[in-house]
């Protein structure tokens, strides 16, 4: 059974950089079958696809926040993480990390692409303080 | 962006009774080489994470009850719960994939029981 448990602080303060890991377990990160990927969910909110690493370290990030985010991966512990930087209040959400498919199509747009979120952690509340 | 809005944004509907849920995309998230529709939705109850529900747009994730069902196709999707049960009460988001590597959520649609 795959799990994924995000871990890091609660509290940053502002203009700091959040950081947080995603360790999962009941499964290799190392797989050719998935990408890993960091959402977010401000309080009372939707959901914002932050971005996602494959084991190669290969990565893609949401426009909107690829100037402050990082991701890495370290598949010898079966984790990845995520650095957003110069935080303020409005990034105070819940994060998630969750397994994204990477599936393979001849016909699709692209031959090899990301598609939807099939298991997803149980998310952490982190906020940001002034 | 592919903006997804969904509709109604609230909606009460009686135990064993059928909801119906729309989510609308700004462009096509259909291939036409594959015939595919890049759409994905997913249950979210209170205090949980998302799970998801249908890929593809129609296609039952693993584990899901046969009561949930997604149509639709371009534009234009529906999720159908055939028989709401109380365990059924949640926020439900669609989610577009079709703009690789980029995806983006609708605001979400809130189920209760009337």
């Known amino acids: 059974q795959l799990q994924l448990q995000e871990s890091g602080p609660g509290l940053v303060k502002s203009p700091e950089t959040l950081s947080l890991t995603c360790t999962v377990s009941?499964?290799?990160?190392?797989?050719?079958?998935?990408?890993w990927g960091w959402l977010r969910q401000p309080p009372g909110k939707g959901l914002e696809w932050i971005g996602s690493?494959?084991?190669?370290?290969?990565?893609y990030y949401n426009p909107s926040l690829k100037s402050r985010v990082t991701m890495s991966v370290d598949t010898s512990k079966n984790q990845f993480s995520l650095r957003l930087s110069s935080v303020t209040a409005a990034d105070t959400a819940v994060f998630y990390c969750a397994r994204q498919i990477y599936y393979y199509d001849s016909r699709g747009p692209i031959p090899r692409a990301l598609a939807y979120f099939e298991s997803w952690g149980q998310g952490i509340l982190v906020t940001v303080s002034s | 962006d592919i903006v997804m809005t969904q509709s109604p944004d609230s909606l009460a509907v009686s135990l064993g009774e059928r909801a119906t849920l729309n989510c609308k995309s700004s462009?096509?998230?259909?291939?036409?080489?594959?015939?595919?529709?890049?759409l994905a939705w997913y249950q979210q109850k209170p205090g949980q994470p998302p799970k998801l529900l249908i890929y593809?747009?129609?296609t039952r994730a693993s584990g899901v009850p046969d009561r949930f069902s997604g149509s639709g196709s371009g534009t234009d999707f529906t999720l159908t719960i055939s028989s709401l049960q109380a365990e059924d009460v949640a926020v439900y988001y669609c989610?577009?994939?079709?703009?690789?590597?980029?995806?983006?959520f609708g605001q979400g649609t809130k189920l209760e029981i009337k």
């Open positions: 989610q577009q994939y079709y703009s690789n590597p980029s995806n983006t």
């Open positions: 593809w747009a129609s």
């Open positions: 009941g499964g290799s990160i190392n797989s050719t079958s998935y990408y």
């Open positions: 462009q096509t998230v259909l291939y036409s080489s594959n015939r595919k529709n890049y």
């Open positions: 690493i494959f084991r190669t370290g290969d990565t």
